[in-house]
């Protein structure tokens, strides 16, 4: 659905990385964590097509909602420039989010860009009593966010390609030192985390792909992939939630 929703604070939060809260009724409807919003940048003709954005917090009390988005990009630039109290129209909640399964202790593994909706999807675990310990990876120390907030909600590792920032390396880095048992683990980030994760991993897990997206709801076929089975899915309506190994990376 397309509404009209208000910006309520629009902050840096890391290099070039920022927190966008918004507000609006719109709201009642994000209920998976996962799924995420396709945002117009503003309503010039320069900037038409929307900016798919994961949701990486959900307020229904106060039917406000957060995405963290790198401006990265002429578009995502203009996005950073939105002020508080101004209207963004968003498409929204679109795509599968990640199944909530009963487990007991669970691993969350987000990279850089791909972290942010796996903090709604920690909190709503651990609202179920599901243990979660949280791995991060990020480029450098000046890309680091959220760790507190992680933190939070369990014990949280982050890892920095160029170790500036806790541990030296990538997030595999990190796991392979991890005592477990772990149940599943859920993920998202860069292709090439979610493939060294799902070569590794030997337990059973989700996985959210980011990919470049056309119209957000099933009709323009940018954003295929192909499946395991040989069979071709849309990460928009489809996904962008899979499970390990469903999809070729
Ligand atoms: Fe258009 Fe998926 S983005 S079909």
Same mark, same amino acid.
């Given at each position: 659905m397309k509404t009209l929703m208000t910006i309520i604070a629009n902050d840096e939060i890391a290099d070039r990385v920022f927190e966008m809260e918004l507000e609006g009724a719109l709201t009642s409807d994000m209920k998976t964590p996962g799924q995420f919003v396709h945002v117009r940048?503003? =309503?010039?003709? =320069?900037? $038409?097509l929307r900016r798919p954005i994961s949701i990486a917090s959900i307020d229904q009390e106060a039917s406000r909602f957060t995405i963290i988005y790198r401006a990265d990009g002429a578009g995502t630039s203009k996005l950073a420039d939105r002020r508080a109290g101004e209207n963004l129209d968003i498409l929204s909640p679109l795509g599968n989010g990640y199944p909530l399964e009963r487990d007991r202790h669970v691993l969350i593994i987000g990279g850089g860009i791909g972290v942010p909706p796996l903090y709604e999807l920690s909190k709503q675990l651990n609202a179920r009593g599901v243990k979660t310990t949280h791995v991060l990876g990020f480029n450098?120390?000046?890309?680091?966010? +959220?760790e507190d907030k992680f933190s939070a909600l369990g014990e949280t590792f982050v890892s920095t390609a160029d170790g500036s920032y806790g541990t030296k390396g990538f997030v595999t880095d990190v796991i392979e030192a991890l005592d477990g048992p772990f149940d599943r683990f859920y993920a998202c980030g860069p292709k090439v985390m979610l493939r060294a994760l799902s070569e590794t991993m030997e337990i059973d897990g989700y996985i959210s792909l980011e990919e470049r997206m056309g119209c957000?709801?099933? $009709?323009? +076929?940018?954003c295929v992939c192909e499946t395991t089975e040989g069979e071709y899915v849309k990460l928009c309506t489809d996904g962008p939630v899979f499970r390990k190994g469903e999809i070729v990376l």
């Open positions: 940048i503003d =309503e010039s003709t =320069e900037h $038409v450098s120390q000046k890309d680091v966010f +959220y957000g709801f099933g $009709v323009c +076929y940018a």
